[in-house]
C-alpha cells in the first residue's frame, strides 16, 4: 500500500517533538501518582493499599479501552484523535484535583486513562505514518523518549511534589501540560489508516504474527513490573526511603539511553536483532539481581543496565506491528499497549504471590523465566519470517499522511 506524502522523505522532528511531549506527560502522570500515594490516601481517608487502585483503575481501563478505541475510530483523522485524547485526558486530570472522595478521584482516573489510551497509540501510529521508512526507527524512538524521559522527572517531581505544592497541585500542573499540547496538535500533519470493519479489527490479535509480538510483550512486561513493582524491599538494605529514588533515576536514564539505541539500531539491523538484543539483557540482568543489590553503587549501575536494555524493547515491538498489520496499525499499537498494561498487572501479582511464598529473593529468578519464554516466543517468530524480514521489516507505509 502507498502513502501521499506532500512533504519530502526526511525526519520532521517538529511534529515528532509535539508528541514525545505528550507521552511524557502521560508518563509522568503515572510516575508522579505512585510517588503521592501516601499524600492521597490520607488526603482520601482510605489505607495506602486502597490508593494504590488507582492505578489498577488506570491500567485496567487501559488495556480494554485502547483496542475499543482504536476499533470504533478508524475513520477518524489521527490528529483529531490525538486532540480529542488529550482533552479527555486533562478532564481526568482536573476530577482527580478536585475530588473529594476516593470514588470520584476513581471515575476521574478512568477518564485519564481513556484519554491517555487514546493519545498514546496514535501517537505512534502518527510517528510512523509521517517518517520515512529508513528512519521509522528512529521517528518511533523519538516519540517514546517522550516516556522514558518522563521515568526520569516523574520520580524526583513527585517526591518534591509531596512537600511542596501538594498532590493536588500536580494534577491541576499535569493537566495544564496536557491542554498546552492539545494547542499544539493542530500543527500536526493529517493522517488517516485504512478503515475495516469492527470484526477484522478485533480479529487483528488472533492472528499468530500479531499474538506472538504481544506474547513477548506480554511476558516481558511481567518480568519487569514483577521486580519493579518490589524493589522497595529487594533493596531495602542498601537503598531505603529517599535513596531508592536515585535508584530509580538511575533506572529512567537507563530507559532513555536504551530508547535512543533501539531507534537507530532498529532502522541499521531491523527489529528482531535489538529485540534479542534487549531480552537477552534483561534476562541476563535479572539473574544477577541477588548479586546486584549487595551495595549502593551496584545497585545504581545494576538500575542503569537493566533499564538500558528494558528501554530497546518497544521500538522493535512497534516498528514491528506497524508492519505486520498494514490493514490496521492503530489497533495493532492499541493492542501493544494493553499487552502493557496487562502484563503490568500479571507482574505484581506473580511478584506479591512470590514475595508471599518465596521471599525477595526468588523474584529475579522468576522474572527471568518469564523473558527466556519471551526470547523462546521470539526464536520461534524469527524462524518462520522471510529472511529479509529479519534484516528490516516493514516494507509497507500503512497511513495516509496530508
Same mark, same amino acid.
Given at each position: 500500500?502507498t502513502?501521499?506524502?506532500?512533504?519530502?522523505d526526511?525526519?520532521v522532528?517538529?511534529?515528532l517533538?509535539?508528541?514525545?511531549?505528550g507521552?511524557?506527560?502521560?508518563?509522568?502522570?503515572g510516575?508522579?501518582l505512585n510517588g503521592?500515594?501516601?499524600?492521597?490516601?490520607?488526603?482520601?481517608?482510605v489505607?495506602e493499599?486502597?490508593?494504590?487502585q488507582?492505578?489498577?483503575v488506570?491500567?485496567?481501563?487501559?488495556?480494554?479501552?485502547? &483496542?475499543?478505541i482504536?476499533?470504533f475510530?478508524?475513520? =477518524?483523522?489521527?490528529?483529531?484523535l490525538?486532540?480529542a485524547?488529550?482533552?479527555?485526558?486533562?478532564?481526568?486530570?482536573a476530577?482527580? *484535583?478536585?475530588?473529594?472522595s476516593?470514588?470520584?478521584?476513581?471515575?476521574a482516573?478512568v477518564?485519564?486513562a481513556?484519554?491517555?489510551?487514546?493519545?498514546?497509540?496514535?501517537?505512534?501510529?502518527?510517528a510512523?505514518?509521517?517518517?520515512?521508512e529508513?528512519?521509522?526507527?528512529?521517528?518511533?524512538?523519538?516519540?517514546?523518549a517522550?516516556?522514558?524521559v518522563?521515568?526520569v522527572?516523574?520520580?524526583?517531581?513527585?517526591?518534591l511534589?509531596?512537600?511542596?505544592?501538594? =498532590?493536588?497541585?500536580?494534577? =491541576?500542573?499535569?493537566?495544564?501540560?496536557?491542554?498546552?499540547?492539545?494547542?499544539?496538535?493542530?500543527?500536526?500533519?493529517?493522517?488517516r489508516v485504512?478503515?475495516?470493519?469492527?470484526?477484522?479489527?478485533?480479529?487483528?490479535?488472533?492472528?499468530p504474527p500479531i499474538?506472538?509480538?504481544?506474547?513477548?510483550?506480554?511476558l516481558a512486561?511481567l518480568a519487569t513490573?514483577?521486580?519493579?513493582?518490589?524493589?522497595p524491599?529487594i533493596?531495602k538494605?542498601? *537503598?531505603a526511603?529517599?535513596?531508592?529514588?536515585w535508584?530509580?533515576?538511575?533506572?529512567?536514564?537507563g530507559?532513555?539511553?536504551?530508547?535512543?539505541?533501539?531507534?537507530? =539500531?532498529?532502522?541499521r539491523?531491523?527489529?528482531?536483532?535489538?529485540?534479542l538484543i534487549?531480552l537477552?539483557?534483561v534476562?541476563?540482568?535479572?539473574l544477577?539481581?541477588?548479586f546486584?543489590?549487595l551495595?549502593? &553503587?551496584?545497585?545504581?549501575?545494576?538500575?542503569?543496565?537493566?533499564?538500558?536494555?528494558?528501554?530497546m524493547?518497544?521500538?522493535?515491538q512497534?516498528?514491528?506491528?506497524?508492519s505486520?498489520?498494514?490493514?490496521?496499525?492503530s489497533?495493532?499499537?492499541?493492542?501493544?499497549?494493553?499487552?502493557?498494561?496487562?502484563?503490568?498487572?500479571l507482574?505484581?501479582?506473580?511478584g506479591?504471590t512470590?514475595?508471599a511464598?518465596a521471599? &525477595?529473593k526468588?523474584?529475579?529468578p522468576v522474572?527471568?523465566?518469564s523473558?527466556?519464554l519471551a526470547?523462546?516466543?521470539?526464536?520461534r517468530?524469527?524462524?518462520?519470517?522471510p529472511?529479509?524480514d529479519?534484516v528490516?521489516?516493514?516494507?509497507e507505509? &500503512?497511513a495516509?499522511?496530508?
Amino acid at each position: 500500500m502507498t502513502i501521499r506524502r506532500s512533504s519530502n522523505d526526511r525526519l520532521v522532528l517538529g511534529p515528532l517533538l509535539i508528541l514525545a511531549v505528550g507521552t511524557f506527560i502521560l508518563g509522568t502522570d503515572g510516575f508522579v501518582l505512585n510517588g503521592l500515594l501516601p499524600t492521597i490516601a490520607a488526603d482520601l481517608h482510605v489505607s495506602e493499599s486502597v490508593a494504590g487502585q488507582l492505578t489498577t483503575v488506570f491500567a485496567a481501563t487501559y488495556a480494554i479501552g485502547s &483496542p475499543l478505541i482504536a476499533a470504533f475510530t478508524g475513520a =477518524w483523522d489521527r490528529k483529531r484523535l490525538l486532540g480529542a485524547g488529550l482533552v479527555l485526558f486533562t478532564a481526568g486530570m482536573a476530577g482527580q *484535583a478536585l475530588g473529594e472522595s476516593f470514588t470520584v478521584v476513581a471515575v476521574a482516573r478512568v477518564l485519564a486513562a481513556l484519554g491517555a489510551a487514546a493519545f498514546q497509540a496514535n501517537a505512534y501510529v502518527m510517528a510512523s505514518a509521517i517518517a520515512p521508512e529508513a528512519h521509522r526507527g528512529r521517528a518511533l524512538a523519538t516519540v517514546a523518549a517522550g516516556m522514558s524521559v518522563s521515568m526520569v522527572l516523574g520520580v524526583p517531581i513527585g517526591v518534591l511534589a509531596g512537600n511542596l505544592v501538594g =498532590w493536588r497541585t500536580v494534577m =491541576w500542573g499535569i493537566g495544564a501540560l496536557g491542554i498546552l499540547v492539545a494547542l499544539a496538535v493542530p500543527l500536526l500533519p493529517s493522517v488517516r489508516v485504512p478503515t475495516t470493519g469492527l470484526r477484522d479489527r478485533l480479529a487483528v490479535v488472533v492472528r499468530p504474527p500479531i499474538a506472538r509480538v504481544l506474547g513477548v510483550t506480554v511476558l516481558a512486561m511481567l518480568a519487569t513490573f514483577g521486580v519493579a513493582t518490589y524493589l522497595p524491599v529487594i533493596a531495602k538494605d542498601v *537503598a531505603a526511603g529517599a535513596v531508592l529514588a536515585w535508584v530509580l533515576v538511575g533506572n529512567g536514564i537507563g530507559q532513555v539511553i536504551g530508547t535512543t539505541l533501539a531507534g537507530r =539500531w532498529t532502522d541499521r539491523l531491523g527489529p528482531d536483532r535489538v529485540r534479542l538484543i534487549s531480552l537477552s539483557g534483561v534476562a541476563t540482568a535479572l539473574l544477577l539481581l541477588d548479586f546486584a543489590v549487595l551495595s549502593l &553503587p551496584s545497585t545504581i549501575v545494576y538500575a542503569l543496565l537493566i533499564g538500558g536494555f528494558s528501554g530497546m524493547l518497544m521500538v522493535p515491538q512497534q516498528h514491528r506491528l506497524f508492519s505486520l498489520a498494514p490493514d490496521a496499525p492503530s489497533v495493532a499499537l492499541g493492542l501493544n499497549g494493553s499487552a502493557i498494561y496487562a502484563g503490568g498487572a500479571l507482574g505484581s501479582a506473580v511478584g506479591g504471590t512470590v514475595l508471599a511464598v518465596a521471599g &525477595p529473593k526468588w523474584l529475579g529468578p522468576v522474572a527471568a523465566v518469564s523473558v527466556l519464554l519471551a526470547l523462546a516466543l521470539s526464536a520461534r517468530r524469527e524462524k518462520q519470517a522471510p529472511a529479509h524480514d529479519r534484516v528490516h521489516a516493514g516494507s509497507e507505509r &500503512p497511513a495516509e499522511a496530508r
